[in-house]
């Protein structure tokens, strides 16, 4: 009897020691899953992903590809950007410019999109003064990364949180975004976008989400610093907060176009 409780006890400090090293792993990591995709990152246990129709924004999202295992987040003029550990994976996917930040990052994606899909009459933003600064190059490459290095430079989080309607987080969908403009103690906004969405059989709701930031760096995931749920964060329809990794939104922040 003696040595069978001593067996059990060093078999659970043994599934204790590898569950730590693992949890240690997945939060110092980037792409601990080495996933090839968003899609290919697992939804957390109980959970179930959305459906993604065949040509929607969601299985574009989902389909992004993620840059190998221990990749890092590089700044657009060079070198690796500061606080590593607040990103889960690495979007392969170039910047356009120094100005490509947070709420440029959710434009970005949004009018690639719609750009592969042909779709250019439907790529149009709102500026600062809520003017429309519509797309008209076609499917011109060069026309449209022009037209996105301009837009970054007319449009902020202000701009993208006016364009925007709130959403509630129970109707949450890949593609809607958080965002906040300047707020009293911030001088600045902060935007980023759910890039997958799950749901388990009790109704809760777990999001995935990308983002920029300033200055421009590699678009990646945003890390949940519980390794468990990496990179997903859980939310109730009747939370009125937020917490996407650093960042906090209120239940009118959560927005779509």
């Known amino acids: 009897m003696k040595k069978t409780i001593i067996s059990i006890i060093l078999a659970l400090v043994l599934v204790l020691a590898i569950g730590g090293a693992w949890a240690y792993y997945i939060s110092k990591t980037s792409n601990p899953w080495n996933a090839r995709t968003i899609g290919e990152i697992p939804a957390p246990f109980g959970y179930h992903r959305v459906e993604a129709p065949a040509g929607s924004y969601t299985e574009y999202l989902r389909n992004l590809p993620l840059k190998e295992k ?10 690796e950007a500061n606080f590593q550990f607040l990103g889960s994976a690495v979007i392969d996917q170039p910047l356009l410019s120094n100005y490509e930040q947070c709420a440029d990052v959710t434009m970005r994606l ?33 026309a449209f990364e022009k037209y996105m290095r301009g837009i970054y430079g007319v449009c902020s989080t202000y701009s993208l949180y006016h364009e925007t309607k709130p959403r509630a987080i ?19 906004g902060h935007a980023i976008i759910v890039v ?45 907060v937020f917490w996407i990794g650093p960042f906090h939104f209120n239940k009118k922040e959560l927005r779509h176009y």
């Not at 999109?113 to 500026?127: N, P």
């Not at 995935?208 to 930031?213: D, K």
């Open 70 to 79: 221990g990749a890092k987040i590089m700044l657009y003029t060079g070198g």
């Open 110 to 142: 949004r009018a690639e999109y719609l750009w592969q899909k042909g779709r250019y009459g439907q790529i149009c933003f709102r500026d600062v003064n809520r003017k429309k600064v519509q797309y008209t190059g076609g499917s011109s490459r060069k």
């Open 170 to 188: 129970k109707d949450v969908q890949p593609g809607d975004v958080f965002v906040y403009p300047a707020r009293p103690g911030r001088k600045y």
């Open 196 to 240: 997958d969405v799950a749901r388990s059989k009790s109704g809760k709701i777990a999001v995935m989400c990308a983002e920029g930031n300033t200055p421009a760096r590699s678009q990646h995931i945003v890390r949940n610093l519980n390794p468990i749920s990496n990179p997903w964060f859980f939310f109730d329809e009747d939370d009125t």
